[in-house]
T-cell receptor, first 114, second 112 residues
Framework: DTAVSQTPKYLVTQMGNDKSIKCEQNLGHDTMYWYKQDSKKFLKIMFS???????INETVPNRFSPKSPDKAHLNLHINSLELGDSAVYFC?????????????FGSGTQLSVL | DAKTTQPPSMDCAEGRAANLPCNHSTISGNEYVYWYRQIHSQGPQYIIH???NNETNEMASLIITEDRKSSTLILPHATLRDTAVYYCIVRVGGGATNKLIFGTGTLLAVQP
């Protein structure tokens, strides 16, 4: 069973469109994240949710709107896509315990904006 | 910003031990050191983490210096499949907003 699963794996779309990426974890973790990896391979945290509550928002443009219907799901909706949004987006989850933060990542969604 | 520094790249011969260094001179007393790796086109994979003591699991060993300002990840018998970018990470921030910030990592190339 896949612990953290994302869909779709690939997403090709035109500038200006709206798209969503879905993430689900079956690990029973309380915290979920979205990371973005750009063409230079820098992995940057975007958002973090704990028990459906937004905890971290790393000054991401408000065209990006995460939604967590329950603690096992964290979806990412992107409005008015721009060329610079092209990247690989990774979902992750963790169960923080006593200062320990062990993240489990999905396999990524490669977004290409044309 | 990441609180760690690592060499950008290293080579290792297949079957030999790979020793990947990391400096984290500003680490606080209660912060863990984490190691992840990212094989091309895959999501980052957790390897190991530690606080003060050396740690070992089925993937690797983690050696943390006594002053905790640096650590070394050891892959005892590197294989071609260990070729990846290895990230050494120290948690940033406290409370509910703490997070793992990935730096540029070390690209380990295992040579046949």
């Amino acid at each position: 069973d896949t612990a953290v699963s994302q869909t779709p794996k690939y997403l090709v779309t035109q500038m200006g469109n709206d798209k969503s990426i879905k993430c689900e974890q079956n690990l029973g973790h309380d915290t979920m994240y979205w990371y973005k990896q750009d063409s230079k391979k820098f992995l940057k945290i975007m958002f973090s949710y704990n028990n459906k509550e937004l905890i971290i928002n790393e000054t991401v443009p408000n065209r990006f709107s995460p939604k967590s219907p329950d603690k096992a799901h964290l979806n990412l909706h992107i409005n008015s896509l721009e060329l610079g949004d092209s990247a690989v987006y990774f979902c992750a989850s963790s169960q923080d315990k006593g200062g320990e933060k062990k993240l489990f990542f999905g396999s990524g969604t490669q977004l290409s904006v044309l | 910003d990441a609180k760690t520094t690592q060499p950008p790249s290293m080579d290792c011969a297949e079957g030999r031990a790979a020793n990947l260094p990391c400096n984290h001179s500003t680490i606080s007393g209660n912060e863990y050191v984490y190691w992840y790796r990212q094989i091309h086109s895959q999501g980052p994979q957790y390897i190991i983490h530690g606080l003060k003591n050396n740690e070992t699991n089925e993937m690797a060993s983690l050696i943390i210096t006594e002053d905790r300002k640096s650590s070394t990840l050891i892959l005892p018998h590197a294989t071609l499949r260990d070729t990846a970018v290895y990230y050494c990470i120290v948690r940033v921030g406290g409370g509910a907003t703490n997070k793992l910030i990935f730096g540029t990592g070390t690209l380990l190339a295992v040579q046949p």
